[in-house]
C-alpha cells in the first residue's frame, strides 16, 4: 500500500494554512473553473457516446453506414450512450471527490485506495463478483444508478486488473505488459483538481494506471493526459498545454519514452497540416490510422486524441469541439476512447460554451454525468 496522505493532501495542507488562494495560477479562485470541468467531462462523454456507435467499425465499414462524412452527430443516433470510457472517468470523479472531502475534513485521504475502490464499484456495474479476499466497498449512488449497469465492451485489462483482487502498484502491477487505453481514457479529471501542483495530478494519474495496467507506457499516457487537462484549466493554450506536457515526458526517462514520441508526433503533424493547408488538409481517416495506429494502446490513443484537437484549434469554439469529436471517433481504431480523451481536451478549453446543446440533451446519462460532475466540484469548493 502507498504511504496515505499523498497528493490531494497537500490541498488541505495548503488551503488551511493559507486560506484560499487567489493567485492568477489558482484555476479554482476563477469562477470558470467549474464550467471547464463540466465541459472537459461532457465533451467527453459526447465523443464516448458518438465514437462508441462506431468503435469496432472500420472507416470503410462506417462509410457504408453512414456516409462519406461518418457518424457525426450524436443527437442523430437511436440512443447516444455512454460506455466504459465515461463510466470509469465517473468513478475516477468519484473517488477523487472522497479524496478531497477527506482533506477537507482534515483526514490523511489515501488517494489510491480511494480511486482503487471506487474502480472495484465500477468493476461490479459491469456484472462481475469480486473475490472473496477483495475489498468489498460499500456501493455508492453511481455504482447503483441502472444506467450505469451496463457492460460496453469494457477493457480486458480494466477487468482483469480488478478481478484479481489485489491493488496493483507501480512497484508491483497487476497485468505487467498491459498498455491499453483504459488508463488513459478514464484520467482526465486528475487534471481537472485545481489547487494542487500539476506534477502531483500527473504522478497520481500514472499511480492510478498501475491499478490495472502494469507497463509504464499506461502510467506516462495517463499522466500526460492529466498533464495537458491541468495546464489548460490553469490558463494555457492548448498548444502551450501540450508543449509543457512533452517537455516533461523528455525530462522523464524511457518509460516515457512512447508516449513522448506519439505526443510529438501528433505536434508535428498538426502543426505541418495548419500551416500547410488550414483544417481541410488534416489527415483523413486512412491516413489517421496510418499515422499514429489504432489508439487501442495508450500512446496512440493519447496521440489521435491530440492531433485532432490541434488540428482544428484556429476554429470558433463550437466548430473546433465538434471537428476534434468528429474527427476522433471516425477512423479504423479504438473510436470511442480516442473521441472521448479528444472531448476531454478540448471541452476543458473551452467549458461549456462550445457543447451543442443538443448534443448533451441526446445524452443517454446526461443525469448521471452532470450529478458526479456536481458532487466533485462540490468537493473541490470545499476544498477551497
Ligand atoms: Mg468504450
Known amino acids: 500500500m502507498p504511504s496515505p496522505g499523498g497528493d490531494l493532501h497537500t490541498t488541505s495542507q495548503t488551503t488551511s494554512t493559507t486560506g484560499p488562494a487567489t493567485g492568477p495560477d489558482d484555476p479554482g479562485s476563477r469562477p470558470e473553473h467549474a464550467d471547464r470541468v463540466r465541459g472537459s467531462v461532457l465533451a467527453g462523454a459526447l465523443g464516448d457516446a458518438l465514437g462508441y456507435a462506431v468503435e469496432f467499425d472500420s472507416w470503410s465499414a462506417i462509410v457504408a453506414r453512414w456516409g462519406e462524412a461518418g457518424v457525426t452527430d450524436p443527437a442523430g443516433l437511436d440512443r447516444p450512450v455512454i460506455s466504459d470510457d465515461t463510466q470509469m472517468t465517473l468513478f475516477t470523479l468519484e473517488a477523487l471527490a472522497e479524496a478531497l472531502r477527506w482533506a477537507n475534513e482534515g483526514s490523511a485521504a489515501d488517494e489510491l485506495a480511494c480511486l482503487w475502490l471506487a474502480y472495484l464499484r465500477w468493476y461490479r456495474t459491469q456484472g462481475e463478483l469480486l473475490p472473496g479476499d477483495a475489498p468489498q466497498p460499500p456501493a455508492t449512488w453511481l455504482e447503483s444508478d441502472p444506467s450505469m449497469r451496463h457492460r460496453r465492451a469494457a477493457g480486458n485489462a480494466c477487468l482483469s486488473g480488478l478481478g484479481s483482487g ?6 508491483r502491477p497487476v497485468n505487467p505488459d498491459s498498455k491499453g487505453c483504459g488508463t488513459v481514457m478514464r484520467s482526465a479529471p486528475f487534471g481537472l483538481v485545481p489547487h494542487v ?26 499522466g500526460a493526459l492529466a498533464g495537458i487537462v491541468a495546464r489548460i484549466i490553469r490558463g494555457a493554450s492548448l498548444e502551450d498545454a501540450v508543449a509543457a506536457t512533452v517537455a516533461t515526458l523528455a525530462e522523464a526517462g524511457d518509460g516515457a519514452a512512447e508516449t513522448l514520441a506519439a505526443l510529438r508526433r501528433a505536434v ?16 483523413d481517416p486512412p491516413r489517421l490510422a496510418q499515422r499514429f495506429g489504432g489508439g487501442w494502446v495508450a500512446e496512440e490513443a493519447l496521440a489521435i486524441a491530440v492531433y485532432c484537437a490541434l488540428v482544428d484549434a484556429d476554429d ?56 458526479e460532475i456536481d458532487e466533485f466540484l462540490a468537493a473541490v469548493g470545499g476544498a477551497r
Do not use: C, F, Q
Open 316 to 371: 470558433d469554439p463550437a466548430t473546433h469541439l465538434r471537428r476534434a469529436l468528429v474527427r476522433a471517433a471516425n477512423h479504423d481504431g479504438d473510436s470511442d476512447s480516442t473521441a472521448a480523451i479528444a472531448g476531454n481536451i478540448v471541452g476543458a478549453l473551452y467549458g461549456t460554451t462550445a457543447l451543442d446543446p443538443a448534443w448533451v440533451e441526446a445524452l443517454v446519462e446526461r443525469d448521471v454525468v452532470e450529478r
Open 268 to 283: 508535428e503533424e498538426a502543426e505541418a497540416d495548419r500551416a500547410d493547408h488550414g483544417p481541410d488538409s488534416a489527415l
Open 166 to 171: 489485489r491493488m496493483g502498484t507501480v512497484e
Open 197 to 222: 501542483p500539476v506534477e502531483d495530478m500527473v504522478r497520481l494519474a500514472a499511480r492510478g494506471s498501475a491499478l490495472t495496467h502494469g507497463h509504464p507506457t499506461a502510467a506516462a499516457a495517463a
